[in-house]
Antibody, heavy 121, light 107 residues
Framework: EVQLVESGGGLVKPGGSLRLSCAAS????????MNWVRQAPGKGLEWVSS????????YYADSVKGRFTISRDNAKNSLYLQMNSLRAEDTAVYYC??????????????WGQGTLVTVSS | DIQMTQSPSSLSASVGDRVTITCRAS??????LNWYQQKPGKAPKLLIY???SLQSGVPSRFSGSGSGTDFTLTISSLQPEDFATYYC?????????FGQGTKLEIK
C-alpha cells in the first residue's frame, strides 16, 4: 500500500524557517517524481514544487521561488521542503504527492494527509 | 503561467442528479488535464487523468471530456458520498496550476 506521511509543520514567526519531510513507503520511491502542494485555510489547492526521480529536474511556483528548496533522499525514501523567509501567506496545509505520467500528462496519484504550517508572530 | 478557471464556484444538487463542472484553460493544454475530489479535512483524490481516463477504483458515474481549452467533469447520478469540492489541474506546463475549485453541496 502506498503511504506518504508528512511531518515538520508547526508555528513559526515571519522571516523564520521550517523543514518539512515526507516519508514514503509501499512503492519504489526512486522511480517517481514527487511534489509539494499546499492549501491555505479555506482556500484552494496550490502547487508548490516538483522534483524528478533523480533530482535532475526541479521546479517551483513563482510564489516560493528563491525561498523554498525541494530535495529528496532516495536511500531514505524521503522528500523534503526547506522553507526560508516565511511569510503569513505561506500559512497552509502542505501535502506531498506522488507524480505519475500516464498517457498524456502528469498527475498526482497519491497524497499524504498533510502537515499544517502556521506563520504568525 | 497557465490560468485555470472553473465554473460554477459552487453548485447545489440532489442525489440522483446529473452534474457537470466546467474548467477552462487560459491557453490550449491539449488533453493535459486532471480532476480531483476533496472532502473536508482530507487529502485530494485523483478522479480523472488525461482529460477523460478514469483513475483505478473511481466509480464509472464520473467521466471527463474536452481538449484544448475547455473541459468538463460529469457525474451521471449523484451519490451522497459525491458531495465534495472538485478541482481541475493542468500538467501541460511544468508549473502546474489548479482551478479555484467547485464546491458541490446537497440541495
Amino acid at each position: 500500500e502506498v503511504q506518504l506521511v508528512e511531518s515538520g509543520g508547526g508555528l513559526v514567526k515571519p522571516g523564520g524557517s521550517l523543514r518539512l519531510s515526507c516519508a514514503a513507503s509501499g512503492f519504489t520511491f526512486s522511480s517517481y517524481s514527487m511534489n509539494w502542494v499546499r492549501q491555505a485555510p479555506g482556500k484552494g489547492l496550490e502547487w508548490v514544487s516538483s522534483i524528478s526521480s533523480s533530482s535532475s529536474y526541479i521546479y517551483y511556483a513563482d510564489s516560493v521561488k528563491g525561498r523554498f528548496t525541494i530535495s529528496r533522499d532516495n536511500a531514505k525514501n524521503s522528500l523534503y521542503l526547506q522553507m526560508n523567509s516565511l511569510r503569513a501567506e505561506d500559512t497552509a496545509v502542505y501535502y506531498c504527492a506522488r507524480g505519475v505520467t500516464i498517457l498524456t500528462g502528469y498527475s498526482f496519484d497519491y497524497w499524504g494527509q498533510g502537515t499544517l504550517v502556521t506563520v504568525s508572530s | 503561467d497557465i490560468q485555470m478557471t472553473q465554473s460554477p464556484s459552487s453548485l447545489s444538487a440532489s442525489v440522483g442528479d446529473r452534474v457537470t463542472i466546467t474548467c477552462r484553460a487560459s491557453q490550449s493544454i491539449s488533453s493535459y488535464l486532471n480532476w480531483y475530489q476533496q472532502k473536508p479535512g482530507k487529502a485530494p483524490k485523483l478522479l480523472i487523468y488525461a482529460a477523460s481516463s478514469l483513475q483505478s477504483g473511481v466509480p464509472s458515474r464520473f467521466s471527463g471530456s474536452g481538449s484544448g481549452t475547455d473541459f468538463t467533469l460529469t457525474i451521471s447520478s449523484l451519490q451522497p458520498e459525491d458531495f465534495a469540492t472538485y478541482y481541475c489541474q493542468q500538467s501541460y506546463s511544468t508549473l502546474h496550476t489548479f482551478g479555484q475549485g467547485t464546491k458541490l453541496e446537497i440541495k
